[in-house]
């Protein structure tokens, strides 16, 4: 599916910078629109409407949000000009919870990009891009600070345990792998009977080139897969996110987890 309509979730944020940048390289490439959503809550810590805060408390706390959310909008202007989209490149301010209204709008674009959760985003403006995958039925775009989206690489790396989540994954990204032309498929230990071969000729009927890198079960998967990606540099590394319950995984220090908190290239999760 060619990504033509792009969401951006812009919180101000070093890494919604990245993300933003990242979404404008991928919209002049392909003829494509990009629209920043800057989706934020209040700063609902007490009850702002009782009777027992004062009006000026009150009022303070409604200039702080003020405040924050126009800091925000002026630095997408700022990069504006930079982006080079144009007409093609719009901006929205919607309030709400987050994720939840990330996720609603995401329903009516081909992805979502968002930038990697940080420490000090403020907690009405940060985002989940995990939730997002798991309650906006898109494909999320998850990418780290600092990254550059003019820089070259040389291929994608796709992880496949045979899931459905996996297979999820790989039908979403199809657009980008096919336009990168080359993809390494990372497995580690275990795969259903179903032969990787079949994964290979159908990557290679959507003229993808296609390597198969295997690992044994004795390497950890998030350490085998953080490990490949900084060895050879991928463009995009693409993923099923929480393939086991989201509750397991946080438990357990999941894959998804890990991946994201230290992954240097962006990741395309699909749940």
């Known amino acids: 599916m060619p990504m033509m309509n792009l969401l951006v979730a812009f919180n101000g944020s070093e890494a919604s910078v990245a993300a ?6 991928l919209a002049r490439d392909r003829k494509a629109h990009v629209t920043a959503v800057l989706a934020h809550s209040s700063h609902d810590v007490i009850d702002r409407s009782s009777r027992w805060i004062p009006e000026e408390a009150r009022a303070l706390l409604a200039r ?5 959310i126009e800091e925000i909008k002026a630095r997408f202007e700022s ?4 982006l080079q989209l144009g007409e093609a490149l719009s901006f929205r301010e919607r309030a709400g919870r987050v994720d939840v209204t990330l996720s609603e709008a995401a329903r009516y674009f081909d992805a979502i990009i968002v930038g990697r959760p940080m420490d000090d985003d403020d907690g009405h403006v940060s985002v989940h891009p995990d939730r997002i995958a798991l309650m906006s039925g898109r494909p999320v775009i998850v990418v780290p600070e600092g990254h550059e989206a003019g820089a070259r690489h040389s291929h994608a790396a796709l992880a496949w345990d045979g899931g459905r989540a996996a297979a999820r994954a790989l039908s979403d990204s199809l657009g980008l792998l096919e336009a990168q032309g080359k993809v390494s498929v990372l497995t580690v230990g275990r795969r259903p009977d179903w032969p990787i071969a079949d ?3 159908h990557l290679a009927r959507h003229d993808v080139a296609a390597v198969h890198e295997e690992f044994p079960e004795t390497h950890p998967v998030a350490e085998t897969i953080l490990g490949y990606c900084r060895r050879n540099d991928p463009s995009l590394l693409v993923m099923g996110a929480y393939e086991h319950s989201k509750f397991r995984e946080d438990l357990l220090g999941g894959v ?3 991946v994201l908190r230290d992954i240097r290239i962006p990741v395309l999760l699909s749940h």
Do not use: K
């Open 256 to 258: 998804t987890a890990r």
């Open 199 to 201: 994964l290979m000729t």
């Open 20 to 25: 933003l940048r990242h979404a404008a390289a």
């Open 79 to 82: 990069l504006r000009d930079e």
């Open 64 to 68: 702080a949000n003020s405040g924050i």
